[in-house]
T-cell receptor
Framework: DSGVTQTPKHLITATGQRVTLRCSPR?????VYWYQQSLDQGLQFLIQ???????AKGNILERFSAQQFPDLHSELNLSSLELGDSALYFC?????????????FGPGTRLLVL | GENVEQHPSTLSVQEGDSAVIKCTYS??????FPWYKQELGKRPQLIID?????GEKKDQRIAVTLNKTAKHFSLHITETQPEDSAVYFC????????????FGSGTRLLVRP
């Protein structure tokens, strides 16, 4: 157990819908990272937040947005969902702002868009 | 853009043999290279990492080597065991357009008993 929690574990929804994925970092960690893992694909970095502020951005679609709240939990919002958005979404956390610090991954949320 | 290539995509070895996975990266400014192990249905877990100021790092049966000139790094697992069976991902920290980890596409390692 890494100490990073994610909810929900599974999510099934329809195209065009909007969902929110939630992540709580390890106690004391200030950075949260979001990754997308499609079937048979590697991990694609989406976005990083550090202490409430956006720190780095990857190939995150405009339909996707994220935020980090004062209690440091983070939410990833996916809207106008398409079939291709079906994937495993991981969040990770680290102590500081630097991406080369050890990132601890949560258990993931498996999203299926029908 | 930034890219990390990983080979092979699948690797099958006999228990006790060694396994080697290789990665190349494109951003010459990269200075941090972690390796993650992901068991089926589980989260990725960091198993070893290396920074650009060293050429090799070892942790028990696992070692990583880095060649900055050639921009490639490798994971070596010796005396493989069935519990080593998993998908292994390499990554490189890129500072090109955004400060982030770029992951390879993964290697599925199968250790045959």
């Amino acid at each position: 157990d890494s100490g990073v929690t994610q909810t929900p574990k599974h999510l099934i929804t329809a195209t065009g819908q909007r969902v929110t994925l939630r992540c709580s970092p390890r106690s004391g960690d200030l950075s949260v990272y979001w990754y997308q893992q499609s079937l048979d694909q590697g991990l694609q970095f989406l976005i990083q937040y550090y202490n409430g502020e956006e720190r780095a951005k990857g190939n995150i679609l405009e339909r996707f947005s994220a935020q980090q709240f004062p209690d440091l939990h983070s939410e990833l919002n996916l809207s106008s969902l398409e079939l291709g958005d079906s994937a495993l979404y991981f969040c990770a956390s680290s102590v500081g702002r630097w991406a080369e610090e050890t990132q601890y991954f949560g258990p993931g949320t498996r999203l299926l868009v029908l | 853009g930034e890219n990390v290539e990983q080979h092979p995509s699948t690797l099958s070895v006999q228990e006790g043999d060694s396994a080697v996975i290789k990665c190349t990266y494109s951003d010459s400014a990269s200075n941090y290279f972690p390796w993650y192990k992901q068991e089926l249905g589980k989260r990725p877990q960091l198993i070893i990492d290396i920074r650009s100021n060293v050429g090799e790092k070892k942790d028990q049966r696992i070692a990583v080597t880095l060649n900055k000139t050639a921009k490639h790094f490798s994971l070596h697992i010796t005396e493989t065991q069935p519990e080593d069976s998993a998908v292994y991902f390499c990554a490189a920290l890129t500072m090109d357009s955004s400060y982030k980890l770029i992951f390879g596409s993964g290697t599925r390692l199968l250790v045959r008993p």
